[in-house]
């Protein structure tokens, strides 16, 4: 028991550490390099776009329902499916809480009522954050779809940007606390299966998130 104790303390938060560090170093890069990440490339597409949007313009108007339905529709995908996650997660956990004795080696980590609550608890949490922040996020993303179809001079300036971006950075750590829940859910399995869950989402993240850097002479072909 002495070494499935140290197991969860040792791993459980070095994989915590691993997916924050990551997300702290995604949060600099998209502060102060934005064109090295994909979210930073399309915030500064969307200001252009929100710049050369003229707000109350029919023709304009179907183009901005349209662009905005995906991200709506991938929104709440995510706070559906948080809900759901969370559901089964209850029902798992006292299922798993019951057939504990099933196993009994040390490579599942401890089974103490404490860490049972604590499993199912944060995991609990992420999934429950996510589903608040996906669903404020829908509520900026409709009412920027209201403001960049609407009249009237107090709607221009940055405040219809503002909305905007609230309603995709809210989207955005919806999804990435769906993203975190992953490796605490599978913590259930095991503290070894919670440290490779993170270590392969941090992987896969990396490859979404950041550009790639190609060299100087593939720059210099592509432009001739």
């Not at 050369?52 to 529709?73: I, Y």
């Not at 221009?156 to 940007?161: A, D, K, L, P």
Request: with cysteine; aromatic share 12%; glycine share 6%.
């Amino acid at each position: 028991m002495g070494v499935a104790v140290y197991l969860d303390i040792i791993l459980v938060p070095l994989s915590l550490f691993i997916t924050i560090g990551y997300h702290v170093y995604l949060c600099h890069a998209i502060k102060n390099k934005p064109s090295r990440t994909t979210y930073g490339i399309d915030r500064l597409r969307r200001t252009a776009w929100g710049e050369n949007l003229n707000q109350g313009e029919d023709k304009k108007a179907m183009l901005t329902v349209q662009s905005l339905r995906n991200t709506l529709m991938t929104t709440i995908l995510t706070a559906t499916i948080t809900i759901l996650v969370n559901l089964a997660l209850a029902a798992l956990t006292n299922n798993t809480y019951k057939a504990s004795h099933l196993f009994n080696s040390e490579f599942f980590g401890s089974k103490s009522d404490k860490v049972f609550v604590l499993k199912y608890g944060s995991a609990s949490f992420c999934l429950l954050f996510s589903f608040l922040c996906s669903s404020m996020a829908i509520g900026f993303l409709i009412d920027s779809n209201y403001l960049m179809n609407a009249y009237g001079e107090f709607l221009s300036g940055g405040y219809t940007q503002n909305i905007l971006e609230r309603g995709f950075t809210l989207a955005l750590v919806g999804n990435r606390m769906l993203c975190v829940a992953v490796p605490l859910m599978l913590w259930m399995l095991g503290p070894f299966a919670a440290f490779l869950a993170s270590l392969a989402l941090v992987w896969v993240l990396r490859e979404f998130d950041f550009v790639p850097q190609f060299p100087h002479s593939n720059k210099n072909n592509v432009s001739m």
